[in-house]
């Protein structure tokens, strides 16, 4: 008995693939998990699996490869997950655009970000937005900066603060503040013992790093202050959120480099230290991006409220 052949993509498969599969797919790359990428859309795992297996059958390739830790992209699933989640932002665009034209884009700032929002300069200025400005809905988004610039490019965001530079065409740039980087250690680590730590300090440690923001950029900084690849520690990179890799680090795997504002999120048996070189601390640089089209009037008054707490320096300073 043979095996029915899979059909080639067609103009049916263009019919029969729906948001959802699109969601599915996305959603099981991101989690590396059926079971939790089912948890995250709270569906069942059985409906899960089988929208994958729908939108593979009618694209006619396997978009995972199956082991018994989870799932993987395969090498063609990586092109149609990038097309994928292209689909998805540009309908949440669509959605973004009926909500302001409804609310008259007067009602609604979304806020795009990759840093925590648990203390610091970020959650003061939110709240401060929220006591000005009540009846406006604030939404927050986190994801990685290049998703974060590509919302913004689409208009489903109204602004980004993010670190470091983010060439935009059409946007403009507003310096914020600055946040020292830290290291963040097991409460039994000899490095504890000591009130500031030196990038020197690090060699022979394992340090973790996620591939989510500002994860590559906590390594290029390291690389910098340790120029000599006999004086780094050993970099491990997870695909994992900066919340897993503290977990990590209380198990005693290793130790990671974070910022103050991560300081609030809450972690039993984890210790910070000040990261110092021959110059002083180490600090990472925050911005707010803006379309400069964008003529909504809660990005109005966010913008001059930005620029009432953190004021540019004059010229020739």
């Not at 092109?79 to 540009?90: H, N, P």
């Not at 989510?212 to 910098?224: A, H, T, V």
């Amino acid at each position: 008995m043979h095996k029915p052949r899979r059909s080639t993509p067609s103009l049916q498969a263009s019919k029969a693939i729906e948001l959802k599969h699109l969601q599915s797919v996305v959603a099981a790359a991101d989690c590396g998990s059926l079971r939790q990428a089912a948890e995250l859309l709270r569906t069942q795992q059985s409906s899960l699996s089988r929208r994958i297996s729908e939108i593979e059958y009618h694209l006619g390739i396997a978009v995972f490869e199956r082991f018994s830790g989870g799932v993987r992209p395969t090498q063609a699933g990586r092109s149609v997950l990038r097309l994928a989640r292209t689909i998805l932002e540009e309908f949440d665009a669509l959605i973004a655009t009926a909500r302001a034209v409804r609310n008259s884009e007067a009602g609604r700032l979304s806020v795009g970000l990759c840093t925590s929002l648990s203390i610091g300069n970020l959650q003061t200025s939110l709240l401060d937005f929220k006591q000005r400005f009540p009846q406006i809905e604030l939404v927050t988004i986190e994801k990685s900066r290049t998703r974060l610039a590509t919302a913004l490019r689409n208009g489903v965001l109204d602004i980004l603060i993010v670190t470091g530079n983010l060439p935009l065409l059409d946007n403009r740039v507003m310096p914020l503040w600055s946040e020292r980087v830290l290291v963040a250690l097991p409460h039994d680590h000899p490095l504890t013992a000591r009130d500031t730590v030196y990038w020197t300090d690090l060699r022979g440690e394992t340090v973790l790093l996620s591939h989510y923001d500002p994860g590559k950029e906590f390594e290029d900084l390291l690389i910098s202050k340790l120029v000599s690849p006999e004086d780094r520690p050993k970099l491990e990179r997870h695909d994992v959120s900066r919340g897993i890799i503290k977990s990590l680090i209380r198990m005693n795997t290793g130790i990671s480099l974070v910022l103050e504002s991560d300081m609030g999120i809450n972690y039993a048996g984890l210790v910070y230290r000040e990261l110092r070189d021959g110059a002083g601390p180490s600090r990472f640089d925050f911005s707010a991006y803006w379309r400069h089209d964008n003529e909504n009037p809660a990005l109005a008054a966010f913008l001059n409220l930005l620029s009432e707490r953190y004021p540019s320096p004059p010229l020739g300073r």
